[in-house]
């Protein structure tokens, strides 16, 4: 899909499923690494060329809840709780 732009806000937030599906697709890479290790060694990478975010990407969606979280938690552990 062609990545779509969109304003930060509400709308631009990433569904769960989203975020395990980056985590299966990359978790031999991942392991027990931080949201650090993702946003400068997959998110900035898959995204450097569209200039998009990573929500814009993969399909941005309305956040109806927003968690908030620690960068320095393992990613693993942020998406399963």
């Known amino acids: ?3 779509c732009a969109c304003p ?3 709308d631009r937030a990433i569904a769960l499923g989203k975020l395990f599906d980056v985590l ?3 978790s031999i890479h991942i392991l ?3 949201a650090y290790y993702m946003n400068g060694n997959i998110f900035r990478p898959l995204t450097k060329t569209c200039k998009r975010s990573y929500a814009e ?3 941005p969606s309305r956040v109806e809840w927003f968690v908030s979280h ?3 938690t393992a990613f693993r552990h ?3 709780s």
Request: glycine share 14%; proline share 14%.
């Open 1 to 3: 899909p062609q990545p």
């Open 8 to 10: 930060k806000g509400p």
């Open 24 to 26: 299966q697709a990359f």
């Open 32 to 34: 027990d690494r931080t």
């Open 57 to 59: 990407l993969v399909g």
């Open 70 to 72: 620690y960068w320095g």
């Open 78 to 80: 942020f998406c399963e």
